[in-house]
């Protein structure tokens, strides 16, 4: 796959999930075996301490990670396993998830995810961010979608 053919076919499949627009999540950054996904803090997205709710952390981390194993395997992928570690409470503008694979066999990727907070403009230009979490997972390839009826 070409990258515009890569970035097309990650944005495709990512703008047909209703929760990440739900989230109000983007895309912001593939690759061969990498993701970039971004969720804008606001209030509804918060738990009762004012920090971003952990499972808004971990669908970014899972969904980064499915990405970037996905990309690597080159197709259609689901999550078989994965792991979060919860290092800091996420307060900040902007939380972003970046996951690469790490080992690639023919049907699984091992994958792994950094997930940061940053300041308002600051998420191109800081890099780095505050680490707030961070993930494993197993990436494994999707089989041939069931049928309508058996999907129930």
Excluded at 75 to 83: I, Q
Excluded at 90 to 110: F, K, L, N, S, Y
Excluded at 114 to 121: L, N
């Amino acid at each position: 796959m070409t990258t515009d053919e890569l970035t097309a076919f990650a944005h495709g499949v990512f703008d047909a999930q209703p929760f990440s627009g739900f989230l109000g999540a983007e895309l912001t950054g593939v690759g061969p075996g990498t993701a970039e996904i971004r969720v804008r803090n606001r209030p509804e997205l918060r738990q009762q301490h004012g920090f971003l709710h952990g499972g808004v952390v971990s669908y970014l981390a899972d969904n980064a990670l499915t990405f970037a194993g996905g990309l690597a395997l080159g197709g259609d992928a689901l999550t078989a396993e994965y792991k979060i570690n919860y290092a800091k409470p996420a307060v900040g503008d902007v939380i972003v998830a970046r996951a690469e694979a790490v080992v690639t066999t023919r049907r699984q990727a091992i994958c792994r995810c950094t997930i940061t907070v940053h300041r308002d403009g600051a998420a191109d230009g800081d890099a780095e961010g505050r680490v707030v979490a961070v993930a494993q997972g197993t990436i494994v390839t999707a089989g041939p979608a069931p049928a309508a009826a058996d999907a129930g």
